[in-house]
């Protein structure tokens, strides 16, 4: 028998996909990609403009899309959007939740205001679409949820409500896969990286600069991600050929996850000062250590220090 990808022609035909923020970025890729594997995709946000777009752009291609309005704080709103779904197209087989965002701020600049915010979106806006999807459609029915986080992991330097929002929502994913499962819903999550996406217009000319300056080489990868990239994940954990995983959390980062203590420059004066023993004599690098590593014991009991402590 002739060799079949898990990514045939016609793979989600008759399948209808509901894709968060589906108008721009990484929404706007996925949409296309479900929709050129045979889905009918339902793409929602709040800006008609961008989401007609998209629509526009797959129905050309052959592909079928709907508009859907949607604030994803807003319960009544995501409970009109899932009941219309089904009510128009009587099922709701896959659902990204790709809707969220943040700013970028130092955690000491963030408002409490600006965190609840940034929860209440990502986090309560997540969970609230997981919600009404299972209570109106797949409690019944089954069905695949994916939901996109971020580079979360051991903490988000300049994110730290986002980091907050988007581990609560891995760990709420994993938690579903086990509470949910013996409804027939499979549900994981996807870590995106730092990825060349309209997402980018959200964050300040020199932020932007900083990324495409030198950040963007930071990472194993030596590079930032596509769009296409995250969306081919998000393809894969849709499809049958990935069945039996549940409850995972899949990095599209570049191995960038391992390896972002480079995003935050460090001063000249070290902030916490390294404990070299309680006596001046010990562990400087007489006896023991190599001279090279010995020098450097030595530059950091000298060192200033901003610590107060
Ligand atoms: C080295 C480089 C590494 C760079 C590393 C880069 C890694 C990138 C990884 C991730 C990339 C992406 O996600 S790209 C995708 C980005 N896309 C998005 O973010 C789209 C969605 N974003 C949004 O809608 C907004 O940003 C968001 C703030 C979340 C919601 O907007 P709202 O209009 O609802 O909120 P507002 O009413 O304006 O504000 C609510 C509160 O938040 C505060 N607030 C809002 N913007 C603020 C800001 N810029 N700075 C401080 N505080 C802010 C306000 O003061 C309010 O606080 P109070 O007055 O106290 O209440
Ligand atoms: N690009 C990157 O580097 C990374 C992105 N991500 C995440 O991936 C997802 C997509 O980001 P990306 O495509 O890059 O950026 P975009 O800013 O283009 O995407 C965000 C989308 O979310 C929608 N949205 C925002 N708030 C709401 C709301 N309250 N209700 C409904 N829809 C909403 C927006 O549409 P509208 O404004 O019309 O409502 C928009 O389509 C986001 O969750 C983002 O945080 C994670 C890690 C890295």
Redo the contacts with the bound molecule.
Sequence with gaps: MAYQSVFRTGLFKGQVALVTGGGT?IGRCVAHELASLGATVVVAARRREPLEQTCREITENGGQAHVELVNI?DEESVDTLIRNVVAKFGRLHLLVNN???????PAE??????F???LE?NAVGTWTVCRAAMLHWMKEHGGIIVNIV??YFNGF???AH?GAARAAVDNMTKTLCQEWGKFGIRINSVA????I????Q??PPP?QQ??TGG?HTENPSGRLGTEAEVSSAVVWLLSPGAAYVNGACLRVDGGSSLSKAA??PHPDDIPIKAFLGYSDASCLGERDIPPAFGELLAQYAAKKTTSKL
Excluded at 99 to 105: D, K, R, V
């Design positions: 970025g704080r809707a969220g965002g943040q700013f970028l701020s600049n963030i408002s409490v205001g600006g609840r915010t940034v979106l971020a580079d330097p300049l994110m986002t995106p990286g730092t990825i996406s309209s997402g980018m959200n964050y932020v900083m990324i950040f995003m935050i």
